[in-house]
Each structure stands twice: as C-alpha cells, then as structure tokens.
C-alpha cells in the first residue's frame, strides 16, 4: 500500500490504521493460533459501523485481500492474511442487556468472557463458549455449541438479528423480518456474508449452575463414552455435558502423584433447578471411580471460563472435526487407542452433544444442517513449541483418520475445521449448501469474503 493511500485510508477511520513498521504492529497482526504469523498490509481497528464501511470500500477499491476479526480465534488462521487488510472488531464489544426483554446485543469483537459478564448480572445468560475469549460472532455465525445446546439450542438458535455491513459496503439489518435469506445464511454459514456489527440474542435465567469436571482413570474410559452415549439420550436437557481427554495440569483438586496423568473426563453443567443436581449428577459417580472432580455450584461464567488457562493465546494449534451419528463400539475404540496418546497438557478430543433443544430446530430452518447427529467431535492438537508441529498435527490427522470411518458423516462443525478442509465444506453443510451459495450470490456475488470455510456464489 502507497503511502498516499494509507493517508487515504486514515483519514476515513475513526479507529486506527495499523500498518508495517507502525508500533504495535505484530501485536496487531497477530491471532490467537501462533502458526498463522502473516504480515498484512494494513489491520483496520473499527470503533463503528462506518469504519466497517469505509474499510469494506477501501479493501474493494484496492483489490487487497479482506480478513475479518472478532475474537481471533480461528484455528485456520481466517482472522489474518498477507498483504491484506483485516477488518479487527476488536474495538466494538460493548454489551448491551434488556432484563425486560430477555434479550442483548452484543458488538460484533465482544467475546464470550464480556457477554457472559454482562448477562450474569441479571440471572440470564445463552448459549456460548466455553472459553471466554472466544469471540462471540465467529463462533455464533458457524453455529455455536456450548453447555446450553441441550437446554436452548445452539447460539444461532438464540439469535434475532444482526447488524450486517454487505461487500458493497450497505449496513442492513438481517431477522426474521427483514432480509430472511440472509438471516437464514448467517446462522451457520460462518463470514461468508459480511460483517456483523452487532447480534442480538434471546436470554434465559440461567445463574448459578452446579457442575465442573470429573476425572477417570483412562481403563475406564469405554465405560465412560459408553454411558455418555446413553445418558445422553435421556439425561433432562438443562444438563450440559461433554467427553474429553485431559492430561492432569497441577490444579488443588489433582491428587499430587497424579499430576502429569492422561485421564479422561466428564465436563458437567447442570443449569435446571440446584435441589435435583445431586440426582441428575449421581450416574457420573456410578459409572467409574472418580479420580479427581471439582464438581459444585459456581456462577455459570466461572464455568465458562474454567479452562481458559490451558489453552492462552499464542499456542500452536491443528484441529479436525466430525459430525457422529452415534457412537459405536468400533468408535469407541478408535477413541481409546488414539486417546491414550494425547501427546501434551492442552491437546485434547471434545466429544459435545448436540441433541435436546438443537434438534427441535429443522434442519433446513438454518444453514446449519446436521440437527439429526448425536455429538460433534473436536479433536483440537493445542502445544506450545513450533518444534512440535509435525508430531502434533500427525496425532490429529491419525485420530481422525481412524474414528471418521465410525461417524455415520460426511461433515463437520464448520467452527472446529481445520484450514486444509476446505474442500468438505459443501459436506459441512448437506443439502443446505446450494441454497447458501444462492445467498453468496445475491450478497457476496465477487466474493469479497473468501477468507472462512468458503461458500462460493452460485452461478
Ligand atoms: C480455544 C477455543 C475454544 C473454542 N470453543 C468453542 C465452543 O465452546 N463452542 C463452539 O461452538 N466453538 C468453539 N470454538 C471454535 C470457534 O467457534 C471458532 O474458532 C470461531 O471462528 C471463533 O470466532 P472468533 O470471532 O473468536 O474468531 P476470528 O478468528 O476472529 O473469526 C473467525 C471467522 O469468523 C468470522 N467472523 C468473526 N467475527 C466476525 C464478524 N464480526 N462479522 C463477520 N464475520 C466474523 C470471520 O469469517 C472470521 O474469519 C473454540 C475455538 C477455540 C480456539
């Protein structure tokens, strides 16, 4: 970019310019998945609406390539590029809450941790992420899976309307009244579409919860995927759950001999009335023996941030994602053998559920179409030292390799793919694809918004 356009472009944004050689530049350009370390040629702080607009413009007028951040988050990388622009939210997070409504608004850079924050005060909360600094956008554009699927759905589910600012550079607003096809798209079809601003959401009074993690020794981990599968069919839907394998970091609650240990483990989150959490609990106590638990009331956002430290900002991470019809036992195997080698403290496989309430919305009401699958699995490599790229990424891609054939699927959570899945997209999404390519066309139709598992406009 000439410096003349740079004075250009500065002079239209409110927020700031950030090009190379500007301090603060590499913290500008860099997103929470250390792998990515591009270079673009401007990232554009937006404080508004009309930064959004006149970055959108700016991108278009000099045929550069256009990333949009929220969270940063993307384990691809979506949220940079180089010799690009990124359009950074970051700097339009404000929350705003209705007690009355039940509703809030959040901008479009807010994350998880400050919608949370903000929602708690009144008793009400939605559907999120189960790490704080997730953004809230990214990850309710490609869906949203959190502990309170089962109970309400997925976070697009919760949503009534966002705040878009179109590839030509328009500020629309997308609901079930204006702008329904894009409403439709949005709510799964991840940035395909443009950038939103702000997303209003339907709340629920959910306060304290009683939940936490439960450890197994890792022999019983078949018991225990075989009793999830189970109990997860008739568990009451406030209950929120999910499998995973956890090397024990040394938390106060890990027996100190232990420490260093693969287990696997029982996340819980009981959001329904606190007298009938001892009964809805009790099975995990029944399954195996508990090695280790931190199991108790605590403020929904507590639990919704209880892992943030395992997995800070600037690790190295590949990950894989699967749609599972049901677990098999074949499945199941699959998961212990390549469970057991969970190489380091952050890497791990989420198996959520996504039945209950997720699945009393049609599969064709939003893009996101795999409401007939039980579970999506995540098998997220997360490990500091770049040395460790190629083993890392090989236990992923091993562990996939062996439990797809078991899924009962083709696609996957779009949110958890990783950047080399491009071409499962139209998986991803099923017989919903040609009608989102449709939308990219009326939209997108130049594809402005490429960088995101990528819906090309129909022809
Ligand atoms: C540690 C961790 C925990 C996670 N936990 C969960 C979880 O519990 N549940 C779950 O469902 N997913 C989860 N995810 C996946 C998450 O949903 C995706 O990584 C999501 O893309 C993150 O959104 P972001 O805004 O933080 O990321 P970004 O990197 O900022 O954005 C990713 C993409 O989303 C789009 N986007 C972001 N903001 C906007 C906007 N304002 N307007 C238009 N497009 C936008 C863009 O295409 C962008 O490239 C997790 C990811 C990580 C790394």
Redesign the pocket.
Known sequence: MTSTATDNLRSQIRGSVITPGDPGYDQARS???AMHDRRPAAVVRCVDAADVIAAIRFAREHDLPL?????????P???TCDDGLVVD?SGIRNVHVDPAERTARAG??A?WGEFDHATHGFGLATT????S???????T??????YLSRAFGL?IDNLLGAD?VTAEGRLIRASDFQHEDLFWALRGG???F????SMEFQLHPVDTIVGGPLFYEVDDAAAVMEFYQEYVERAPEELGMFFAWQIAPPLPFIPEDRVGDLFCVMVTCWAGAPEEADAVLKPFYDVAPVKAQHVGPMPYPALNSAFDGL?PAGLQ?YWKADFVRDLTADAIAAHVDHGKRTPVVNSTMHL?PINGATQRVGPEDTAFGHRDKKFAAVI?G?WPDRADNEANTAWVKEYYEAIHPHSGSEGG?I??MAGDDGGRVEANYGRNYQRLARVKAAYDPDNV?A??QNILPAR
Not at 141 to 146: E, Y
Request: hydrophobic share 40%; aromatic share 10%.
């Open positions: 997103v929470y998945n990333a949009v951040r929220g969270g940063g988050h993307s384990v990388g979506f949220g939210m479009g850079g994350t999120g992420g189960i790490i600094t997730t953004g809230v956008a990214g990850l554009l490609g869906g949203g899976i959190g976070s878009v991840g940035g395909n443009g950038v939103v601003t997995v991470h959520y997220a997360m959570y949110n958890f918004f960088l995101n």
